[in-house]
């Protein structure tokens, strides 16, 4: 079975630059998770769908973040401008349901804002 | 408010010998328990998975166990190996809110020979 997977592995930008992270869950898992996990922390959700409904994004901060999954499968996440501090690791992840189902994660994202 | 504690923050511990790492949480309403092995550079992986009825769980070398009274769980690791080297991350499951996961901030073990 294909795991969740993520694209690019790494990216560095200059503040203010935008960038667009991409992931493509397993297949059948409704449910697809954005993480941010800064560097010796635990993973924050940023974002949650429900096939291709957002399920909570209440900490995403909406005006440089947005999210869409089309048509329910992949997903991508998009920061503009970004921030020095957005400098991060972000996952995907994906589950068969939301409820006591386990998550999948891929190997996400190291974005570096310089 | 829903928080997840870990402790220790981090380990080192030599090849073969055996460790615990705690988890405490203050997550309501509960569903389920979560542990994940997160290698340097990787996503989690996960561990065990326990709901509120479930006391222990193994997986291989890994065991955890639940006490939903004190809102305690444990993840302890049996005759450690190198490759054991990793963050270890307690997540607790909502009730409600679509499953949300809550995360700890994760143990740092490291295993050296």
């Known amino acids: 079975e294909a795991g969740v997977a993520q694209s690019p592995r790494y990216k560095i930008i200059e503040k203010r630059q935008s960038v667009a992270f991409w992931c493509n869950p397993i297949s059948g898992h409704a449910t697809l998770y954005w993480y941010q996990q800064i560097l010796g922390q635990g993973p924050k959700l940023l974002i949650q769908f429900q096939n291709n409904g957002v399920v909570d994004d209440s900490q995403l901060p909406k005006d440089r973040f947005s999210a869409e999954r089309l048509k329910g499968v992949d997903s991508t996440l998009k920061i503009q401008p970004a921030k020095l501090e957005d400098s991060a690791v972000y996952l995907c992840?994906?589950?068969?349901?939301?409820?006591?189902?386990?998550?999948?994660f891929g190997q996400g994202t190291r974005l570096t804002v310089v | 408010k829903n928080q997840v504690e870990q402790s220790p923050q981090s380990l080192i511990i030599l090849e073969g010998k055996n460790c615990t790492l705690q988890?405490?949480?203050?997550?309501?309403?509960?569903?389920?328990l979560r542990w994940y092995k997160q290698d340097t550079g990787r996503g989690p992986v996960s561990l065990t998975i326990m709901t509120f009825s479930e006391n222990t769980k193994s997986n291989g070398r890994y065991t955890a166990t639940l006490d939903a009274d004190t809102k305690q769980s444990s993840l302890h690791i049996t005759a450690s190996q190198l490759s054991d080297s990793a963050s270890y991350i307690c997540?607790?499951?909502?009730?409600?809110?679509?499953?949300?996961?809550?995360f700890g901030q994760g143990t740092e073990l490291s295993v050296k020979p």
């Open positions: 997540v607790v499951s909502l009730h409600n809110q679509g499953g949300k996961l809550i």
């Open positions: 992840a994906s589950s068969f349901q939301s409820m006591n189902t386990e998550a999948f």
């Open positions: 988890c405490n949480y203050t997550v309501s309403p509960f569903s389920n």
